[in-house]
């Protein structure tokens, strides 16, 4: 009987893990290799770390902590970066094909030379956020709050201060 409710007990926590959707193996292979394509990161808290040229292709970063990462050069083509906080961080030369950045807080955020062609920027804050030689092909930036953001041709959008 002991071992039954043992086995029930495992069965839930691990269950309950799932459904959180977070998994901490994930979050320290990325910290170990800068690798980890499809992984779940949801809600991690990676703040400050470095991860220049990371993998994180097709992965699930939704509703994450990455304030101040450096980020650059990484590949983050198809990853749902939705509800992120990004305050601060280094994107410079990264790839974000087709990325989801929905009503993720990119204040101050380094894009220079990174390519976010069809990424989904619906509602995003990009206050003070530098794009200058972004490429922003088929993005659509009506509902995103542009203020002090600099532009990939260099000019300095000032709309929704």
Partial sequence: ???????????????LTTISGF?????EKLK?????????LTEAEMTGIKLVGANLG?????DSSLEGVDLSGSD?????LSGVNLTA????ASDLTGA???GANLTAVYFGLSDLTSANLNKANLTAAYMKEANLDFVDLTTAILCNTVMPDGDIINRDC
């Fill in 58 to 62: 097709s992965s699930n970063l939704s």
């Fill in 23 to 27: 998994n901490p193996r994930d979050l």
């Fill in 89 to 92: 961080s280094f994107l410079g």
């Fill in 1 to 15: 009987m002991k071992l039954l409710f043992l086995s029930l007990i495992v069965s839930l926590s691990l269950s």
């Fill in 76 to 80: 983050l083509v198809g990853t749902n």
């Fill in 100 to 102: 989801n950045l929905s």
């Fill in 32 to 40: 170990g290799t800068s690798e980890c394509i499809g992984c779940d």
